[in-house]
């Protein structure tokens, strides 16, 4: 299982940290991570890492704000977001797939969401 917490309410240009801890263990092959969701939309991709390499990977829009990073020993991947706006407001998702995709349907494994707002 996935959990993911530290979502909140914050006006633009603050931050947040989200969390994502596995009960289960993330295998090296693992790639992990994070889709946001707005009502009406499917999710998008946000960030991924390699859970071997650590290589990471960030949607455009997010470059230079946001950094996915994993803590090995903990199990737990997390996003800090710097410099928000009101367009990165969201319910934010982490999630596992067995190879690297941007697309939300190659993801087997996701966690509750929580929630991200930003006011202008």
């Known amino acids: 299982q996935l959990q993911a917490s530290g979502g909140g309410a914050v006006q633009a240009g603050g931050s947040l940290r989200l969390s994502c801890a596995a009960s289960?263990?993330?295998?090296?092959?693992?790639?992990m991570g994070w889709f946001r969701q707005v009502p009406g939309n499917e999710r998008d991709f946000v960030a991924a890492i390699r859970w071997n390499s650590g290589r990471t990977y960030y949607t455009d829009s997010v470059k230079g704000r946001f950094t996915i990073s994993g803590d090995y020993a903990k199990n737990t991947m997390y996003l800090q977001m710097d410099k928000l706006e009101p367009e990165d407001t969201a319910v934010y998702y982490c999630a596992r797939a067995n190879g690297y995709s941007t697309g939300w349907r190659d993801y087997d494994l996701w966690g509750q969401g929580t929630q991200v707002t930003v006011s202008s």
């Open positions: 289960g263990r993330i295998f090296s092959s693992h790639v």
